[in-house]
């Protein structure tokens, strides 16, 4: 078994990534924090205390609307409502004797990419892994608010979203591998493009966030997956 030590390094390697694609996505959300009257200092502290592009959007729109700090709180938590479905996979993922706080700590991070490469950990998931992954991912998604509020409005439009294609990049280093290695999960990708393509495609559920869409369509993939192509759990050395 690695040490904890070796994990946080592990961690910190496979976060670097992350954080690169965040530093680059965060200069639009750092845009949008100083159109909402933002200071560099507010959204960069914004950013470190939420680490959720969608929920950190819908606030900096809202503010910027005028709303009051109910509908900011309701909206927020709808649009990181999916994270509550991750944090329950990790909470799995996690060997049973790991105590509330580590349980807490991982939780407070559990992001798109690190919930990825967090799941995809071999065996149990050592916490200091995800610390490691977040100890970079973290500054950088401040650091890229707080750099996008002072110089983002100076960068030309194209050169701000060509740098955020960083983060496919990442999301096909993570589901390509398991994807070659197995027909199965190969087919549960494909069936998630297709139905996430089709969930923001029809007119019908245009009023459903985007957010609530990811959960559904996570349940419904992973509860038929689970029942159809069951795994049976790793053997603990």
Same mark, same amino acid.
């Given at each position: 078994?690695?040490?904890?030590?070796?994990?946080?390094?592990?961690?910190?390697?496979?976060?670097?990534?992350?954080?690169?694609?965040?530093?680059?996505?965060?200069?639009?959300? %750092?845009?949008?924090?100083?159109?909402?009257?933002?200071?560099?200092?507010?959204?960069?502290?914004?950013?470190?205390?939420?680490?959720?592009?969608? %929920?950190?959007?819908?606030?900096?729109?809202?503010?910027? @609307?005028?709303? %009051?700090?109910?509908?900011?709180?309701?909206?927020?938590? #709808?649009?990181? @409502? &999916?994270?509550?479905?991750?944090?329950?996979?990790? *909470?799995?993922?996690?060997? +049973?004797?790991?105590?509330?706080?580590? &349980?807490?700590?991982?939780?407070?991070?559990?992001?798109?990419?690190?919930?990825?490469?967090?799941?995809?950990?071999?065996?149990?998931?050592? +916490?200091?892994?995800?610390?490691?992954?977040?100890?970079?991912?973290?500054?950088?998604?401040?650091?890229?608010?707080?750099?996008?509020? #002072?110089?983002?409005?100076?960068? +030309?439009? &194209?050169?701000?979203?060509?740098?955020?294609?960083?983060?496919? %990049?990442?999301?096909?280093?993570?589901?390509?591998?398991?994807? &070659?290695?197995?027909?199965?999960?190969?087919? $549960?990708?494909?069936?998630?493009?297709?139905? *996430?393509?089709?969930?923001?495609?029809?007119? @019908?559920?245009?009023?459903?966030? *985007?957010?609530?869409?990811?959960?559904?369509?996570?349940?419904?993939? *992973? $509860?038929?997956?689970?029942?159809?192509?069951?795994?049976?759990?790793?053997?603990?050395?």
């Amino acid at each position: 078994m690695e040490s904890n030590q070796t994990c946080f390094r592990r961690g910190v390697r496979d976060g670097m990534p992350i954080a690169l694609g965040y530093f680059a996505v965060a200069f639009t959300l %750092g845009i949008a924090a100083k159109n909402a009257g933002f200071s560099a200092v507010q959204a960069m502290v914004e950013s470190l205390t939420n680490n959720a592009s969608a %929920g950190e959007y819908a606030v900096f729109s809202l503010v910027s @609307a005028g709303a %009051g700090y109910w509908e900011v709180a309701v909206m927020t938590l #709808v649009a990181n @409502a &999916r994270y509550l479905l991750m944090s329950c996979a990790l *909470s799995q993922k996690l060997a +049973p004797e790991t105590g509330l706080g580590h &349980r807490m700590l991982v939780a407070f991070d559990v992001t798109d990419e690190i919930f990825g490469v967090s799941i995809a950990f071999p065996g149990r998931l050592n +916490p200091f892994y995800t610390y490691g992954a977040m100890a970079v991912a973290i500054p950088g998604w401040a650091l890229g608010t707080f750099l996008g509020v #002072v110089v983002g409005n100076v960068l +030309p439009l &194209r050169l701000v979203s060509a740098l955020s294609v960083g983060l496919y %990049g990442m999301f096909l280093a993570i589901i390509v591998p398991p994807a &070659r290695e197995s027909r199965v999960v190969l087919a $549960l990708v494909l069936l998630s493009f297709a139905a *996430s393509w089709a969930a923001a495609s029809l007119p @019908a559920l245009a009023a459903v966030s *985007s957010g609530v869409k990811t959960i559904v369509l996570t349940v419904a993939i *992973s $509860l038929g997956a689970a029942v159809l192509f069951p795994v049976a759990e790793e053997a603990e050395t």
